[in-house]
């Protein structure tokens, strides 16, 4: 009994799609936990990067799961809708503030370790960023549901 010409391809076919499937995801960028700056000196010279706060996970709108510190230059952080742009000392000081299991400062690293900015975050939470290019990442933030807050 001879095969289907379709039994014959599936090996060769599923390699291609996989191949095309590779090839649309970019590289990893890196996040490294960093001693310094510090979550303090971070939050202090706020106003020094582009800052954002995920208000996503909590029920009370003031709170955010995350806090993002964009370096200042030509870089780009792509992220969703839900990032807002802290324009406020109070903003500044009330986001990501009340994590139970913070992740540290981690610092986000596109090509050749080139600094965009630092991500800290609830530790729970889901995080990645692909590089897009030399001057872009892309952000993805998947909050998990918190309970409990101030």
Known sequence: MRPSI???LWVPIGL???????SCVGSQA?????ESPTEKKLRSEWRSFHTFCL???YNVSSFGSAILFQVKNNKT???SVDWQEINNDKMASDCASILKNHSGVMSLLGQNNENFGYLIYEFKDGVSAM???????S????????????
């Open 6 to 8: 379709l039994h014959r």
């Open 16 to 22: 291609f799609c996989l191949i095309a499937l590779l």
């Open 30 to 34: 890196k996040m490294k936990k960093v």
């Open 55 to 57: 208000n996503d996970g």
């Open 77 to 79: 952080i792509q992220k």
């Open 131 to 137: 590089i897009i290019d030399a001057e872009t990442i």
């Open 139 to 150: 952000l993805s933030y998947h909050a998990t549901p918190k309970t409990g807050g101030p």
